[in-house]
Nanobody
Framework: QVQLVESGGGLVQAGDSLRLSCAAS????????MGWFRQAPGKERRFVAF???????YVGDSVKGRFTISRDNAKNTVYLQMNSLKPEDTAVYYC?????????????????WGQGTQVTVSS
């Protein structure tokens, strides 16, 4: 089992920055790649970013150039740095773990999920 706890969400204005954190615990955390997803009200959960244990990353087109994913393996923590936030970034943000090094873009591919953290961007 892997437990994931997100933090760092909040209410910000357009153009501001936030950094989300996802603390992981449990067995063999290092064997997992991590992803960030987001879900706006009434919409499906959508891919944001992905990172392997090695540190290689992939960021979705909708946030490329504004969001950065990183991880601190010593702390078992994954981060999502979000810059130049827009109102359309408003959503609940989830981190997830998958036991694969292959890039996974679908939420259904992931094995474990956190409870989510709300990000609200006002215009």
């Amino acid at each position: 089992q892997v437990q994931l706890v997100e933090s760092g969400g909040g209410l910000v204005q357009a153009g501001d920055s936030l950094r989300l954190s996802c603390a992981a615990s449990g067995r063999t955390v290092s064997a997992y790649s991590m992803g960030w997803f987001r879900q706006a009200p009434g919409k499906e959960r959508r891919f944001v970013a992905f990172i392997r244990w090695s540190g290689s990353t992939y960021v979705g087109d909708s946030v490329k150039g504004r969001f950065t994913i990183s991880r601190d393996n010593a702390k078992n923590t994954v981060y999502l740095q979000m810059n130049s936030l827009k109102p359309e970034d408003t959503a609940v943000y989830y981190c997830a773990a998958v036991s694969s090094v292959v890039l996974r873009l679908s939420a259904t591919d992931y094995d474990y999920w956190g409870q989510g953290t709300q990000v609200t961007v006002s215009s």
